[in-house]
């Protein structure tokens, strides 16, 4: 079954007005009518009431888990695209909320996921000191042979000398014990999706800076977000549909 008509529902997401644009010129046809299309389009995350009347629809969203859905944010290609995006973000986001220079800054990374990497590239090639905290041997061989110094969590605890801190480790890493270790002037970025990496109310007890950084690529880079939104499904459908 080739799927070929497409809906999008909801638009409040800016990204598929752009993944919309993608699949057009990809050889896809829009409908406004949900009734007509083959398959719909839904936004990040997709909520429940989004997929009234949708029941026999194959459906294309984020973040969930429905019997006749694809969720493209765990598609592999998707992911790895999006998380450079995410790190893309998080440097203009950086050199928005800092009085220095990046080039020979001390940055540390926590967590060595795709987004740990994709931040490890784009740093360094700025010029920052690249210090990466990983929990893994693997990810501590990855780090290390890709040109980072490499620390341990519970080495957080101690002195730290960095300028910039970026969490990207979905669940809270830097508490008040972490935190006592940081320096007063650095800034530190929060990557990680709700709650985040960081408790929030002891830094800003400790009067350290916080930034939230989530939802990232909605942030800078709206239009490839989408973009890459669009290709995910259209990579789907031509593995599973053709």
Do not use: Q, W
């Amino acid at each position: 079954m080739k799927l070929k008509k497409f809906a999008v529902p909801f638009n409040e997401d800016k990204r598929m007005d752009y993944a919309k644009e993608y699949l057009e010129n990809n050889g896809f046809e829009y409908t406004k009518s949900t009734d007509d299309a083959d398959f719909i389009l839904l936004p990040v995350p997709v909520k429940k009431h989004m997929l009234a009347g949708l029941d026999n629809k194959v459906l294309f969203y984020g973040m969930g888990d429905y019997k006749n859905g694809y969720d493209y944010m765990k598609y592999e290609s998707y992911v790895l695209k999006n998380a450079f995006l995410t790190a893309e973000g998080a440097v203009t986001l950086l050199e928005e909320n800092t009085l220095f220079s990046l080039f020979k800054s001390k940055i540390l990374i926590i967590g060595y996921g795709r987004i740990g990497k994709a931040l490890h590239k784009i740093l360094s090639s700025y010029g920052a000191e690249i210090t990466v905290c990983s929990r893994s041997k693997e990810s501590e061989a990855n780090s290390v042979f890709n040109g980072a110094h490499h620390i341990k969590f519970e080495d957080l605890r101690f002195d730290n000398n960095s300028d910039i801190i970026i969490n990207t480790v979905p669940h809270t890493v830097l508490t008040k014990p972490e935190l006592s270790a940081v320096r007063k002037d650095a800034v530190i970025l929060d990557l990680a999706s709700f709650p985040g990496g960081i408790d929030t109310l002891c830094a800003d007890s400790m009067g350290l800076t916080v930034i939230n950084g989530r939802a990232m690529p909605s942030k800078y880079t709206v239009k490839t977000a989408g973009f890459i939104i669009g290709e995910a499904v259209a990579d789907i459908i031509e593995e599973e549909f053709i």
